[in-house]
Nanobody, 130 residues
Framework: QGQLLESGGGSVQAGGSLRLSCQAS????????MGWFRQAPGKEREGVAR????????????YYADSVKGRFTISQDNAKNTLYLQMNSLKPEDTAMYYC???????????????????WGQGTQVTVSS
């Protein structure tokens, strides 16, 4: 299992932007899902976005939770083994610990159940004030 390290979190006022990065320590198979999750205090962990690329296919297939669709963009740089989450028009309800994760279960293309993701980073805190 490769290690994942998130960065880019911080405090920002509502309407601001942040870009989160997730650096993988080893080469990542293009057939695996990479995802971003978040968890606010007292709330369940929720899937934010995922990207899936299959070998021999260009680009990636993305998914976004309804709460972030149109504001967040997930992307990856395979050459750098890095996953990104661009967050625009941030809202106070976006405040949470954000985690990047890597799935080994092929069902990750259909679901963002946390149990499908075997590798997790330590998280980076995002705080949005009103």
């Amino acid at each position: 299992q490769g290690q994942l390290l998130e960065s880019g979190g911080g405090s920002v006022q509502a309407g601001g932007s942040l870009r989160l990065s997730c650096q993988a320590s080893e080469y990542t198979s293009r057939s695996k899902c990479m995802g971003w999750f978040r968890q606010a205090p007292g709330k369940e962990r929720e899937g934010v976005a995922r990207i899936y690329t299959i070998s021999g296919t260009t680009g990636g297939t993305t998914y976004y939770a309804d709460s972030v669709k149109g504001r967040f963009t997930i992307s990856q740089d395979n050459a750098k083994n890095t996953l990104y989450l661009q967050m625009n028009s941030l809202k106070p309800e976006d405040t949470a610990m954000y985690y990047c994760a890597r799935a080994t279960n092929p069902f990750c293309t259909r679901s963002m159940q946390s149990q499908l993701y075997a590798d997790w980073g330590q998280g980076t805190q995002v705080t949005v004030s009103s």
